[in-house]
């Protein structure tokens, strides 16, 4: 079966109570059990406890196993709390090697909480497959990969990474986030887990928080990471699970165009006098490139650029837009701008002049008269 039909399929059976089509939202918190503690048998049983499981987060952590390729699925309540779940599972003693590039809630979660858990984090350019194995000789207990990385969407090379990280007996997790698995599958490719922040694209639309962790096989590590879920409260709500099931349904419709409409403003700036930098995978001229051709179906609805003239010049395109709203955040229909230093906190680490667009879906000759409006300046 397609994969964009399985999108559609995989958690959706009709409701066995009812019939109805679209899957029911469950907010029971408890479910009846036998005298002792017997659970309730049926097509959607098995549950106890809101926190630990339940139907609607079910039903989801299905539809993301199916089209990720993975064995089990586990929700969470936001993408943070996922990787929090997977890195604090790690033993103690451990390293974790982490792109230097990467979202910053995942910098700051493995500078600042990974230390006290007694797992050392390395940074590493993640580009560059020689350093990953450079890095690894010192061991390590996992490798964290972000491909397209945000903000500055560079490429790892997911197989080689996973080759060497097995060798070296480190597991490989991959942030899916910016690329979703209708581009990219990093189990396929070696990964052992992947992450996502389901908040993004495949929520879809800027009104649900969600995050989601795939594993390849329904192991030791998928039980421990369930129990720490389980233990910590950092489960999905039902109505939350259900907008993200919903989501999923249209996820490569969306993708499709996010694609279409972000190539066309990558080719527009990379041509435009007052751009100094654009970095999207999509173009021949990107470093990421060749690997991303290979390992990716499209490149992404992801698009940052650098103007002519610094902070200063990046700063005035974000006052200037019209169309694109300045927000954080990503994948939804709605197309945003993000002046990415200024949203870093007091310790940016993106370059000053870098402005990061997440490319909506509205049409691209819009999205690209408002990029050429805002570039050039006031008209007469
Ligand atoms: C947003 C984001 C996260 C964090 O997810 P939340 O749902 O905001 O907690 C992690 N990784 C990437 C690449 C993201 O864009």
């Known amino acids: ?22 899957p029911p939202i469950q907010l029971a918190t408890t479910f009846v059990h036998g005298p002792a503690a017997e659970r309730h048998e049926g097509p959607e049983g098995g549950h106890e406890y809101q926190r630990e499981s339940h139907p609607t987060q079910s039903r989801l952590e299905a539809a993301l196993a199916t089209i990720e390729g993975g064995a089990a699925a586990l929700a969470f309540a936001t ?39 007694g797992i050392e984090p390395v940074f590493v350019d993640m580009t560059d497959p020689a350093a990953v194995r450079v890095a690894l000789i010192d061991g390590a207990a996992c490798v964290w990969v972000e491909t397209p990385s945000n903000p500055r969407l560079e490429v790892s090379d997911l197989a080689a990474i996973a080759e060497a990280a ?52 329904r192991d030791a590590l998928h039980a421990r990471v369930a129990h720490r879920r389980h233990l910590t409260g950092a489960t999905l709500a039902p109505f939350n699970a259900w907008l993200i099931l919903r989501g ?34 999509g173009l021949s001229g990107d470093p990421g490139h060749a690997v991303a051709r290979r390992q990716m179906r499209d490149y992404g609805g992801m698009v940052s650029f650098a103007p002519v003239g610094g902070r200063d010049a990046a700063l005035e395109v974000c006052r200037r837009v019209r169309l694109f709203t300045n927000a954080t955040s990503l994948g939804g229909v709605e197309s945003l701008i993000e002046h990415r230093a200024s949203v870093e906190g007091a310790q940016p680490v993106t370059a000053d002049d870098l402005v990061r667009l997440s490319v909506g879906l509205e049409h691209a000759d819009d999205l690209i008269a408002d990029l050429a409006q805002a570039l050039d300046g006031p008209s007469a």
Not at 3 to 20: F, L, V, Y
Not at 169 to 185: E, M, R, S
């Open 79 to 117: 993408g943070m709390a996922a990787i929090h779940a997977l890195l604090s599972s790690l033993a103690r003693g451990s390293r974790v090697l982490v792109p230097r590039d990467v979202y910053s809630g995942t910098r700051v979660l493995a500078r600042e909480f990974l230390p006290e858990l």
């Open 166 to 217: 097995h060798a070296a007996g480190a597991i490989v997790a991959c942030d899916n986030t910016f690329a979703t698995p209708a581009l990219q599958h990093p189990l396929a490719l070696g990964a052992d887990v992947v992450m996502h922040s389901t908040t993004k694209y495949l929520g879809g639309h800027s009104d649900v928080m969600g995050g989601a962790l795939v594993f390849a096989r």
């Open 1 to 22: 079966m397609k994969p964009e039909t399985r999108a559609i399929h995989a958690g959706n059976a009709p409701d066995p109570a009812t019939g109805a089509v679209a």
């Open 248 to 281: 999923i349904r249209t996820l490569y419709v969306r993708v499709a165009q996010h694609c279409r409409n972000a190539r066309a403003i990558a080719e527009f700036l990379v041509a435009h006098p007052k751009v100094a930098r654009v970095h999207y995978p």
